[in-house]
């Protein structure tokens, strides 16, 4: 069954806890926008372009990876839009009038691209909105709206200040909201999603804050004349982005291209890898791993069979398990290798390398051994004893590799095992 690319901003099963972030995130539009409405809007240029902004920074927004959006000019727009005082702003935008003029820019932004059948999220954005909103209120407690920069140091200092730590709540903000919803969502632990939103926010959220800092301080300086200037390194940063996303995605086809060849060989069976890594993926959110090691433990566990290519004949339905250890181990060993002339993916082809070592003779004595060569190895156990063609039901599984654990299994994987499936985990 195909469905409209566009369609996931419409699916309620996707939101779980999303659906209370665009209630907050609509229910602040909408009532900003009746307070605008019966105040009026001040500085009528600046809100058309700022929202124009936005609303093209969403029309062009495109997805990072799997779970994430990006719309640098957009939300540097938004920021920049709330931080405006200086002496070409007569009256700058309250926190009413910030917060209508960006939830009308963002939903603008999006119909075209739900009507054209594009990638959206409108939690996503909504999580923008509410960001924004907490980046406007602090920066109006901070800098009344009557202020005014008559470029002197002692006042520019303050004013820099203030923009900094608006743009610091608005990312803890969005962090904070984010990091509910991948606990919500992927079962992490709210330390590491929290962990994991922050990184993310210092290293691409803040180049989109310094954005928004360098478009408030133009534009309060010279005025509309400040945003052609501000908007090109905005489009170059548009651009970066952009083109680190392709790479990831190509870098994502290509591994899972050399993860079917082991199904097209007949030595795994159809799905076998892709199931394995996404209980794996399961298991990593549950012990909260870095989204760095989640990845590399993905692309093992895609690529975990690659070397029983090097086998004479492939295991019945791909059963590598009735295997004896040693070709077992040795199909590891010359798996890593094949992962190793990559030359960037050598994490990968550590963790591929110890996937089939025994718990007490590896990892208990080894400490260097990754956790995710345990993670590889429960999950490939676990698959091939629920998987398509096995006949065992998640009960009887989990007891037979619970017989394994301390000798063959990790303890601490076999018991996040044991949370994943408890929560329903299905292929």
């Given at each position: 069954?195909?469905?409209?690319?566009?369609?996931?901003?419409?699916?309620?099963?996707?939101?779980?806890?999303?659906?209370?972030?665009?209630?907050?995130?609509?229910?602040?539009?909408?009532?900003?926008?009746?307070?605008?409405?019966?105040?009026?809007?001040?500085?009528?240029?600046?809100?058309?372009?700022?929202?124009?902004?936005?609303?093209?920074?969403?029309?062009?927004?495109?997805?990072?990876?799997?779970?994430?959006?990006?719309?640098?000019?957009?939300?540097?727009?938004?920021?920049?839009?709330?931080?405006?005082?200086?002496?070409?702003?007569?009256?700058?935008?309250?926190?009413?009038?910030?917060?209508?003029?960006?939830?009308?820019?963002?939903?603008?932004?999006?119909?075209?691209?739900?009507?054209?059948?594009?990638?959206?999220?409108?939690?996503?954005?909504?999580?923008?909105?509410?960001?924004?909103?907490?980046?406007?209120?602090?920066?109006?407690?901070?800098?009344?709206?009557?202020?005014?920069?008559?470029?002197?140091?002692?006042?520019?200092?303050?004013?820099?200040?203030?923009?900094?730590?608006?743009?610091?709540?608005?990312?803890?903000?969005?962090?904070?909201?984010?990091?509910?919803?991948?606990?919500?969502?992927?079962?992490?632990?709210?330390?590491?999603?929290?962990?994991?939103?922050?990184?993310?926010?210092?290293?691409?959220?803040?180049?989109?804050?310094?954005?928004?800092?360098?478009?408030?301080?133009?534009?309060?300086?010279?005025?509309?004349?400040?945003?052609?200037?501000?908007?090109?390194?905005?489009?170059?940063?548009?651009?970066?982005?952009?083109?680190?996303?392709?790479?990831?995605?190509?870098?994502?086809?290509?591994?899972?291209?050399?993860?079917?060849?082991?199904?097209?060989?007949?030595?795994?069976?159809?799905?076998?890898?892709?199931?394995?890594?996404?209980?794996?993926?399961?298991?990593?959110?549950?012990?909260?791993?870095?989204?760095a090691r989640m990845?590399?433990?993905?692309?093992?566990?895609?690529?975990?069979?690659?070397?029983?290519?090097?086998?004479?004949?492939?295991?019945?339905?791909?059963?590598s398990l009735l295997?004896?250890?040693?070709?077992?181990?040795?199909?590891?060993?010359?798996?890593?290798?094949?992962?190793?002339?990559?030359?960037?993916?050598?994490?990968?082809?550590?963790?591929?390398?110890?996937?089939?070592?025994?718990?007490?003779?590896?990892?208990?004595?080894?400490?260097?051994?990754?956790?995710?060569?345990?993670?590889?190895?429960?999950?490939?156990?676990?698959?091939?004893?629920?998987?398509?063609?096995?006949?065992?039901?998640?009960?009887?599984?989990?007891?037979?590799?619970?017989?394994?654990?301390?000798?063959?299994?990790?303890?601490?994987?076999?018991?996040?095992?044991?949370?994943?499936?408890?929560?329903?985990?299905?292929f």
């Amino acid at each position: 069954m195909t469905t409209n690319p566009g369609s996931e901003g419409l699916d309620l099963r996707r939101f779980g806890s999303g659906v209370v972030i665009v209630v907050a995130g609509c229910g602040l539009g909408l009532i900003a926008l009746l307070v605008t409405a019966r105040q009026g809007v001040t500085e009528w240029p600046f809100a058309a372009t700022m929202g124009a902004l936005v609303a093209i920074g969403e029309m062009v927004q495109f997805k990072v990876d799997r779970s994430r959006n990006r719309a640098p000019i957009a939300t540097s727009a938004a920021l920049g839009y709330a931080m405006l005082r200086g002496s070409d702003v007569a009256v700058a935008p309250d926190v009413a009038q910030v917060v209508a003029v960006v939830w009308v820019a963002t939903m603008a932004g999006i119909l075209p691209r739900a009507i054209a059948g594009l990638w959206w999220d409108l939690v996503v954005s909504s999580r923008r909105v509410i960001s924004v909103a907490c980046a406007a209120a602090v920066f109006a407690a901070l800098v009344p709206t009557g202020f005014v920069w008559n470029q002197t140091w002692h006042r520019g200092v303050p004013l820099v200040f203030a923009m900094v730590l608006s743009v610091l709540s608005a990312g803890v903000m969005d962090a904070l909201v984010g990091a509910g919803q991948a606990t919500e969502r992927y079962n992490r632990p709210f330390p590491a999603a929290l962990r994991d939103e922050l990184a993310v926010m210092g290293r691409i959220g803040m180049a989109m804050g310094l954005g928004g800092v360098l478009l408030a301080a133009g534009a309060s300086l010279i005025g509309l004349w400040a945003v052609p200037l501000v908007v090109v390194p905005l489009l170059l940063t548009q651009f970066a982005f952009r083109r680190f996303a392709s790479a990831q995605r190509t870098y994502r086809t290509t591994v899972r291209s050399m993860a079917r060849s082991t199904e097209i060989a007949g030595f795994s069976s159809p799905g076998q890898n892709a199931r394995t890594a996404s209980l794996a993926v399961a298991i990593g959110n549950d012990l909260g791993l870095t989204p760095a090691r989640m990845e590399a433990l993905e692309y093992a566990a895609l690529l975990s069979g690659v070397g029983q290519l090097a086998l004479a004949d492939p295991s019945p339905g791909g059963a590598s398990l009735l295997r004896s250890r040693e070709e077992r181990q040795q199909a590891a060993e010359i798996g890593a290798s094949i992962i190793e002339r990559s030359g960037v993916l050598d994490h990968v082809a550590e963790i591929v390398r110890h996937s089939n070592d025994p718990y007490r003779q590896g990892r208990a004595s080894n400490p260097d051994i990754p956790v995710e060569s345990g993670i590889v190895n429960v999950s490939l156990a676990y698959e091939q004893l629920v998987g398509e063609g096995s006949g065992q039901t998640p009960g009887k599984a989990m007891e037979n590799i619970g017989l394994g654990i301390g000798a063959e299994y990790d303890p601490v994987v076999v018991e996040s095992l044991r949370r994943v499936v408890g929560r329903g985990f299905r292929f």
